[in-house]
């Protein structure tokens, strides 16, 4: 989330904080009006500091992305997974033609079965 957005969430929130705790506390309309500014401009001050504080203490030089490197390591694993397809993808093929064998001789084997009935049963 960037600072920007940190502190427009922040004050979203105080509007509506202020809002809900004015309509809750005061009767009269000009001071929910009063109230909701003053919650909402606290909640501005609270989030100023706060990213302020979260900018002079993080470092972004450091925590930079190397771009480069991960696009390297990104590049090897895919490599890797492609490497790795073509052996399931030889696996699967040898299944199949396994299935196929299996699913012939079976039938082989009931005209075999078939044509012995016959000659028994002659």
């Known amino acids: 989330m960037s600072v920007e957005n940190f502190i427009n969430f922040f004050i979203v929130n105080g509007f509506f904080i202020g809002l809900l705790f004015s309509i809750l506390k005061v009767d009269n309309p000009e001071e929910i009006v009063i109230y ?3 919650v909402t401009l606290s909640f501005y001050i609270i989030a100023l ?4 504080l979260f900018l002079k203490f993080f470092n972004f030089k450091e925590s930079a992305l190397q771009k480069e490197a991960y696009d390297d390591i990104l590049d090897h694993y895919i490599g890797e997974i492609e490497k790795r397809e073509k052996v399931a993808s030889g696996i699967f093929e040898f ?11 079976r ?6 079965m078939k044509n012995k ?4 049963q002659k």
């Not at 039938?107 to 075999?112: G, I, L, S, W, Y």
């Open 36 to 38: 909701t500014i003053i």
């Open 49 to 52: 500091f706060s990213s302020s």
């Open 95 to 105: 299944f199949e033609e396994y299935q196929k064998d299996e699913d012939v001789q």
């Open 107 to 112: 039938e082989k084997d009931k005209d075999d």
């Open 117 to 120: 009935i016959k000659d028994l």
